[in-house]
């Protein structure tokens, strides 16, 4: 294995470790309540708009170089894949706080939403590790990505945690359950390297749809115009870093 590939392995191993440190910190703001809504609601519109930027100016199209056009049905699976999880494992999952306790009463509330929320930063790592497998430069901009919402996750399985009756330090476990997923997802995408071309648009439909599906409609609810124009700031910001970097 030549040791370029070798390197973006180890970072993407890495970096699958900063992120899954994410979905714990973000659980332990809010058993600490250290983390107002304000800031989740500032986090989901920056991540939605780089997220949809990386997905179409980087992933697709990555993915249509590698694997021809039958690369967007793929990114149709992946797409799907999540809408279906969503709707049946864990039909009322959103992101962000939950108060509404008389439906998260009970052990089966939570762990459906739970294993939703598992699945979702699966393929976070998988993203992860598929960017760095295809170049150093498309595994870096899908860390970003993948990093600004996971703040939010774990603010979102803490809080549902604690509004089911578990005590801090169950939602503060199952924050880190969700980063123990994103770093399976890393590490049997960087073992099965041969499926790169299904693994990345799979992960493209993934990530459209949290962003388009997931992470939009919350920043629908907010009146606030400042969050809003933060979608448009994380777009911006993709396209910036494209412009720099020359790629």
Same mark, same amino acid.
């Given at each position: 294995?030549?040791?370029?590939?070798?390197?973006?392995?180890?970072?993407?191993?890495?970096? $699958?470790?900063?992120?899954? !440190? $994410?979905?714990?910190?973000?659980?332990?703001?809010?058993?600490?309540?250290? #983390?107002?809504?304000?800031?989740?609601?500032?986090?989901?519109?920056?991540?939605?708009?780089?997220?949809?930027?990386?997905?179409?100016?980087?992933? =697709?199209?990555?993915?249509?170089?590698?694997?021809?056009?039958?690369?967007?049905?793929?990114?149709? =699976?992946?797409?799907?894949?999540?809408?279906?999880?969503?709707?049946?494992?864990?039909?009322?999952?959103?992101?962000?706080?939950?108060?509404?306790?008389?439906?998260?009463?009970?052990?089966?509330?939570?762990?459906?939403?739970?294993?939703?929320?598992?699945?979702?930063?699966?393929?976070?790592?998988?993203?992860?590790?598929?960017?760095?497998?295809?170049?150093? #430069?498309?595994?870096?901009?899908?860390?970003?990505?993948?990093?600004?919402?996971?703040?939010?996750?774990?603010?979102? =399985?803490?809080?549902?945690?604690?509004?089911? $009756?578990?005590?801090?330090?169950?939602?503060?476990?199952?924050?880190?359950?969700?980063?123990?997923?994103?770093? !399976?997802?890393?590490?049997?995408?960087?073992?099965?390297?041969?499926?790169?071309?299904?693994?990345?648009?799979?992960? $493209?439909?993934?990530?459209?749809?949290?962003?388009?599906?997931?992470?939009?409609?919350?920043?629908?609810?907010?009146?606030?115009?400042?969050?809003?124009?933060?979608?448009?700031?994380?777009?911006?910001?993709?396209? =910036?870093?494209?412009?720099?970097?020359?790629?």
């Amino acid at each position: 294995m030549p040791h370029e590939l070798l390197f973006r392995i180890a970072l993407a191993a890495l970096l $699958g470790l900063v992120a899954a !440190a $994410g979905n714990v910190l973000g659980g332990y703001f809010v058993v600490r309540g250290e #983390w107002t809504r304000k800031y989740l609601q500032y986090f989901l519109a920056l991540g939605a708009g780089y997220m949809l930027s990386v997905a179409f100016v980087e992933v =697709i199209p990555e993915s249509v170089h590698l694997a021809g056009e039958n690369a967007l049905l793929f990114v149709l =699976i992946g797409y799907f894949l999540i809408h279906l999880f969503e709707h049946t494992i864990a039909p009322h999952f959103h992101f962000g706080e939950e108060t509404h306790t008389e439906e998260m009463h009970g052990h089966h509330a939570r762990r459906t939403v739970l294993l939703g929320m598992a699945i979702h930063t699966f393929f976070d790592g998988v993203a992860i590790a598929a960017g760095f497998l295809v170049s150093t #430069w498309l595994g870096m901009v899908i860390f970003v990505a993948v990093f600004l919402h996971k703040l939010p996750e774990g603010f979102t =399985i803490a809080s549902v945690v604690l509004a089911s $009756g578990q005590g801090k330090r169950n939602a503060v476990r199952a924050a880190g359950l969700l980063g123990a997923a994103t770093l !399976a997802g890393v590490f049997l995408t960087s073992l099965l390297q041969s499926q790169l071309r299904y693994a990345l648009p799979l992960s $493209g439909g993934v990530t459209v749809y949290v962003a388009a599906t997931d992470l939009l409609p919350e920043v629908n609810r907010e009146p606030n115009w400042r969050v809003a124009f933060l979608v448009f700031v994380g777009v911006a910001s993709m396209l =910036i870093l494209k412009l720099l970097f020359n790629v």
